[in-house]
């Protein structure tokens, strides 16, 4: 018998079954990633209520991807007609091999929320949902046991970076945080002490910062001056041209200071 034709009888071979003991072990450790992944998730707030939804964020999914020894390789790719295309590797750390793969798009016609976005930032979030979903294609078993829904946040439909009141509900009033409100968004700006600027965050996990020319600095207004402040000016005023003139830089300031030089 050649080698060609073992392999052959090898290929037709069903595929061994784990045992029940190694499907316990691995919903045992599949669960104990879930309780971790889930408190990450929410010390992080790497999830968003969408609908009746709670989905996961890309760096959630890359965090359970580590946990079972996966990274991610994106890469933009061509793409005729509007907005940005890119597919996205999930590979295997042990041995580099690929065992997931998705392409994803990102302002294209329906996009309502991108199609204006500039081309970086459309080819930025294309990659983005690419990884989520190529993570999702072999991950989702276990962010499902953490309790979340199994779409990527990013991937989700989404009108507006604002989310929008339930109907029959009047919108909640908007709060100035000293920062001022964003025209476009209707949301305040905040600042904490790691921010460069006031800025505010967006449905789709990015951020909208206030513009630079609003961050100029006012020129600030010397305080008018008091009533005895001004009665002081005046006496000094006054001293000043009893002793040398109404001129105190001219002829007679000159001779009275050649005649004392030392006074």
């Known amino acids: 018998m050649t080698d060609e034709t073992q ?23 599949a669960t104990d990633m879930a309780k971790t992944l889930a408190n990450i998730i929410s010390q992080n ?34 793409h005729d007609g ?18 997931s793969t998705a392409t994803h798009e990102c302002g294209t016609k329906g996009d309502d929320v991108w199609v204006n976005r500039p081309p970086n930032a459309q080819a930025s979030m294309a990659q983005t949902r690419a990884a989520g979903k190529a993570f999702r294609n072999i991950l989702s078993w276990i962010v499902v046991l953490a309790g979340y829904d199994t779409t990527p946040a990013e ?4 009108t507006s970076d604002v989310a929008q009141p339930a109907k029959g509900r009047s919108a909640p009033e908007v709060v100035d945080k000293g920062h001022g409100i964003c ?48 009665e002081m000016a005046e006496t000094t005023t006054g001293d000043v041209e009893e002793m040398y003139g109404t001129d105190p830089l001219g002829e007679g300031a000159e001779r009275h200071i050649s005649a004392d030089p030392e006074g």
């Open 155 to 158: 991937e989700m439909p989404r």
């Open 82 to 99: 509007p907005g940005r295309k890119a597919t996205a590797e999930v590979i295997r750390l042990s041995d580099g091999m690929v065992v």
């Open 45 to 78: 707030k790497l999830s968003v209520k969408i609908g009746k939804g709670e989905h996961i964020r890309v760096e959630a999914w890359q965090t359970v991807g580590r946990f079972c020894g996966y990274t991610v390789r994106t890469r933009e790719i061509p």
């Open 7 to 29: 392999l052959d009888i090898q290929a037709d071979e069903e595929p061994q079954l784990p045992s029940k003991v190694q499907l316990e072990q691995t919903v045992e450790r």
């Open 183 to 230: 025209a476009e968004h209707g949301v305040a700006y905040f600042q904490s002490p790691r921010m460069r600027g006031p800025a505010h965050q967006t449905g789709d996990g990015g951020w909208c910062n206030k513009e630079a020319d609003a961050l100029a600095p006012q020129p600030r207004q010397a305080p008018a001056p008091t009533n005895e402040a001004a």
